[in-house]
């Protein structure tokens, strides 16, 4: 049985205070892309979700997935930097239901 490919990337979360619906901004700088939360685990949720939909479409138009690149530096007090760990196999078979 083959092992599923489980990839963690390096994300920002910036909190903004301003923005009372989705506070968390989320920056995945491998992907080049964002998103945002609620609150600090629907952002991390959110992030995991950005990451394996991109790796699944990247995936079946056969390309590569990004490297996760350096652990980006955390440049202001409201930002917080984590890896996001997905597991795109089993993410593909949930999205598959």
């Known amino acids: 049985m083959a092992k599923d490919l489980t990839v963690s990337y390096p994300v920002v979360l910036t909190h ?3 923005d009372g619906d989705y ?3 989320v920056y995945i700088p491998a992907f080049e892309g964002y998103t945002q939360g609620r609150n ?3 952002a991390i949720l959110m992030a995991r979700d950005f ?3 991109s790796a699944m479409d990247l995936r079946e ?5 990004p490297h996760p690149g350096a652990f980006p530096n955390k440049t202001q007090a409201d930002q917080t930097v984590m890896l996001v760990e997905v ?4 993410y593909q078979r949930r999205q598959d239901k």
Not at 61 to 65: H, I, N
């Open 87 to 90: 597991d795109v196999d089993d």
């Open 23 to 25: 506070p968390y901004e």
């Open 61 to 65: 138009d056969g390309k590569a997935l």
């Open 40 to 42: 600090m685990a629907n």
């Open 51 to 53: 990451i394996g939909l």
């Open 16 to 18: 903004d205070n301003a």
